[in-house]
Structures are given as structure tokens and as C-alpha cells.
């Protein structure tokens, strides 16, 4: 694991992303080609069941059901009929399906059956006791031998001065959300610029 912290977090990527204008990579900034080279190298084994939490449009499960080959199963759970209708839509393999799902609430799946679960900046959009049932969930639906990798915010994500040009919070709401002793129902807004340098808040 300290391969792949190091892979995320060095002098190399930090200064690349710091002068990037746009958010190129919207699962995870830097963070999800490292993870995704890690769970080639060290999680993931041809014929896994693999379960990746809050698939998205489907860019990282999709890159997973080619590390299972054809005799694995690699299932994307998604909340959103937007998402899914992407992902169903550009991310197709023989070995990979979709399937519509609240990952903090039981999962539509066996359990005991994956080898291995994933999730890529899924977990940190979940309050406490949600997150509580989805590793719950996680803990249910894998193997005895299974391993769980999930690539999420640090909780102490916003209490550091971010200085990425894409991305920008109002200075007041972070400052709120720094001095509060709990801070799990604070929103903090702010603007992104997306590849094509469209502002979004």
C-alpha cells in the first residue's frame, strides 16, 4: 500500500495538477490512475468477481473488467438513471453489467460473492451512518477471502488551503465548515471548471 501512496501523492503529480486548468480526470483527480494500477498489480486476479460501488458512467469498472478477463464478472452499482444510461452506453464488455443500486442501502446481490469491491470518490459523499451500512454491505457480499479498495477524501480534505486553479470554494462556508465541531451536515459550495473550461457550481 505504500507503493501506491506514493504513486498518488509525490512532488511529480501534486505539481502537475497544481498547473492543469481544467479537472482532466473527474473520478479522483490524480488519485484514480494510480488505484486502478494498483488493484491491476496487487488486488485484482483473472476470474474475480468484482463489485465497484457508485460506478459513475463506468471509465474505472470498465478498466476493471479487463483486468478479470473473460472468466470474471464485474458489476457497476449506480444510483443515478443518468450515470447508468452513460455507462451502459460506453462502457460495454462481455464480462461487465450495471445494475441500478443505493450503495447505503442492501445491495442487490448475494452474499458472499465478490471477490473483490471497489468504489472511486463514492464514500465521502455518504453521512455516517450511511457509510456504516455500505461497509457493512461491503463486509456482507465479499468472500471470506475478498478485499475491499476505495479511493475516497481524506476527512480532513477541507481543512487544508486547496490551491488548484479548477476548483474554488466560497471563502466564508469553508471557513464555517473548518471551525465546526461537527461537520457532518455542512455544505461548502463552490465552482469547478470541467475540460472544457465550463464553470459549474
Known sequence: MSALVKGLYNNQSIQKWQNE???????????????????????????????????????????????????????????????????RSHCRAANLSFQQGDISQPLPLEDECADVVTGFMVLHNLHRAEMRRALSEVERVLKPSGRAVFLTMHPDAFESQWDLQFLSYDLSALQRY????????????GRARNIAGVRMQ
Open 21 to 87: 486548468r481544467t479537472m482532466l480526470h473527474s473520478s479522483g483527480i490524480w488519485g484514480r490512475g494510480p488505484v486502478l494500477e494498483y488493484l491491476a498489480n496487487e488486488v485484482v486476479n483473472a476470474g474475480d468477481v468484482v463489485i465497484d460501488l457508485g460506478a459513475g458512467a463506468g471509465y474505472p469498472t470498465l478498466q476493471i473488467a479487463g483486468m478479470t478477463g473473460a472468466a470474471g464478472n464485474v458489476i457497476g452499482i449506480e444510483l443515478s438513471e443518468a450515470m447508468l444510461e452513460a455507462a
Open 178 to 189: 473548518r471551525n465546526a465541531l461537527d461537520k457532518e451536515d455542512i455544505a461548502v459550495p
